[in-house]
Each structure stands twice: as C-alpha cells, then as structure tokens.
C-alpha cells in the first residue's frame, strides 16, 4: 500500500509538470510580462486541473469504469466547450489588449476552425491523462485484491489438509496400536506414549509454515520407531537421515504420509518385506526415497481412505509449485518412491 501510495503521487507530479509546461512551451518566444503568464500559464492551468480531477473523482468512476462510455464522451465535450468559451470570455473581459482574436480582420491568429480544434486538443490532455492514471490505479489494486484473495484461498486449502492429515494420522496409528493390544500389551502401552508424543508435535508445532527438516526428521524416526514395534521379525526396515544440523526449513508433514504407505502396503504378516527409507540434502535441496515390497490391499481392505497421498501431492503443488519433483513406480513388484523438493 505504501508502495503504491508513492507510485501514485508521483504519477500526479509527472502529470503536472507536463500539463503546466504546456502553456508555456505555446507561448515561447512571446513577451512574459505578467498579464501574459497570466492569460497562458495561470488560467490554462486551472482549467487543466480542473479538466483532470473532475474527471478523476466523478466521471471516471460513475461513467466510464460502469460502461456508460457516451455518457462520458458527451459529458466531458459539453465541459470543455464550456471551458473554451469561459477562457475566451475572460481573455476579452481582462486581457483584450494582449490577444488578437481568430477572424478578426487585421488580426493574424490561425482560422476560426484551427484555433478550436487546438483548443480541444489541449483540453483533452489532461482528459487523457486522468483516464491513464484512474486505469492503472485500479488495474493495480485490482491485481492487489487478486493476489490476496488467491493468497487466502492457497492458505485455507492447506489448513483444510493440514487438519485433515490429522485425523487421518491419528486414526491409522490407533489402528496399528490396536492390533497389538491382544498380542502384546506392553508393547501396546509403549505404542500408546510413543503415540502422544506424535500427536503433540502435530498439534503444537506444526502450526508453523516452516519448520527445521531437524524437527522433521525426529518426528519421522520415532513415528518409524512406533511402526516397528508392529511388525514381525520378517520385516526389516533400514532408514537413513541427515544426522547433522542442515539448517534447512520445510513444511512440516510432508513426508510422513509416503512413511505411512510404505508400511501400510509394504509389509505382509506371513511373507519377507523390506523397506528401504532415505533422505539426503544438497544445497538447498532435500531429496526423499523410499523403496518397499509391494503387497497391495484387498478389495474388501477399508483400513484407512487413502487420503494420504492425494494429501502429499496437492499440499506440494501449493506450497513448492514448479519447485519439486514427486515420482511412483512400481518395478519388480518393488515400490519406489521419489520425492525431490527446493526449499530455497
């Protein structure tokens, strides 16, 4: 706003300064005696002015910007016509003797018909000018309204999935812990602290646009920790972070989803599985792999909504558009997981 504030004044300065030189600039070389700066400078210039913010306060917004585009016209030659005749009027009343009148018949001014049309000519600068300058305040404020009513669409959509991972977090950690309640209830109850201490950086520290990938990270490998207490010795799950200070800020819960699918379609309660979880940085940029065996959920399987990935993908496309790259395959009945993101 305040940018546009100083745009704005000195726009009316350039106007200015080129509508008061106007009068001057047509009368050079003539006699500047007082009564002559008067009749070409001074009185011109009111008009002018006056010409410019009757148009920029009242016509503009109550005629031409509500498409009443006649209206406008026809308005604005009525007023200049008026305004010729109210200067010539005064030149004759005030300032006779320093002015020959066009037709006169020892007077050398140009015809009758010429003199007019320069008279509008003149009259219609300042005319252009406050359209010129009305259109482009508007254009810039109109352009200003969209981006912030595209900056809050953009924020309400990633609160909305930023809520909505929650639930969805929340509810398929309770369904992992309960499938462990008859087989090992100390494990259970191990699963269940381990569990609050997850929701608590959800809710408390995640509210954030960005968090450090060191927050990141931790979160990442006790959400693993608690996954692993789950699954049978015919698992093994193998993972690899930054282990250093990276300095690096992300959003948070990004990664936690394709963690989630990892275990959920990578593990098999009577087969081998392996799961393979990297992240490595460089520069600027942090890339995220994750490689498991691929033993897709039955038909009749209603665990979990699958939300998690179309969360994960439009949340990217939001947050890092045209500054990531999200990539799935499956090779060898291996699911393969590619995830690149710049966070400068």
């Known amino acids: 706003m305040h940018k546009n504030k100083k745009i704005s004044i000195l726009s009316h300065l350039l106007v200015w300064l080129v509508l008061f030189s106007m009068p001057y ?16 400078f001074w009185i011109p210039s009111v008009l002018y002015a006056f010409i410019f913010y009757l148009n920029y306060f009242v016509f503009i917004d109550n005629f031409l910007f509500v498409k009443k585009t006649i209206q406008f016209i026809l308005i604005n030659i009525i007023i200049i016509t008026f305004l010729i005749f109210f200067k010539e009027q005064i030149e004759v009343l005030f300032f006779d003797e320093l002015i020959k009148r066009p037709n006169d018949k020892n007077g050398d001014g140009p015809p009758f018909k010429m003199f007019v049309y320069i008279q509008m000519l003149t009259y219609m ?10 259109t482009t305040k508007r254009w810039v404020k109109t352009e200003a309204e969209h981006k912030e009513a595209l900056n809050f669409k953009l924020q309400s959509e990633l609160q909305h ?15 992992n812990i309960y499938s462990l309640v008859d087989i090992s209830p100390d494990q259970a109850k ?45 698992t093994v799950v193998n993972y690899s972070f930054p282990s250093e200070e990276t300095g690096i800020k992300v959003a948070p819960l990004l990664f936690i989803s394709l963690i989630e699918n990892a275990f959920k379609h990578g593990v098999s309660a009577s087969k081998a599985s392996e799961i393979e979880i990297k992240m490595t940085k460089k520069d600027s940029t942090v890339l995220f792999t994750i490689e498991n065996d691929n033993f ?22 939001l947050l890092y558009p045209n500054k990531h790259s999200f990539k799935s395959s499956v090779i060898n009945n291996r699911f393969l997981v590619h995830l690149e993101i710049e966070t400068a």
């Open 296 to 317: 897709p959920k039955k038909t009749d399987d209603k665990s979990g909504s699958g939300i998690g990935l179309q969360n994960l993908e439009k949340r990217l496309q």
């Open 125 to 134: 600068a300042p005319l252009l000018f406050s359209i010129a300058i009305k």
């Open 161 to 175: 999935l930023h809520y909505q991972l929650q639930p969805h977090f929340f509810f398929n950690s309770l369904n």
């Open 25 to 40: 600039l047509l009368s050079y070389g003539q006699e500047q005696d007082i009564n002559r700066v008067i009749i070409h």
């Open 190 to 234: 191990k699963s269940i602290h381990s569990l609050s201490k997850l929701m608590r950086y959800m809710l408390y520290e995640t509210n954030m646009e960005l968090v450090p990938l060191s927050k990141e990270i931790d979160f990442l490998k006790k959400y693993i920790d608690l996954m692993k207490l789950r699954v049978s010795d015919k």
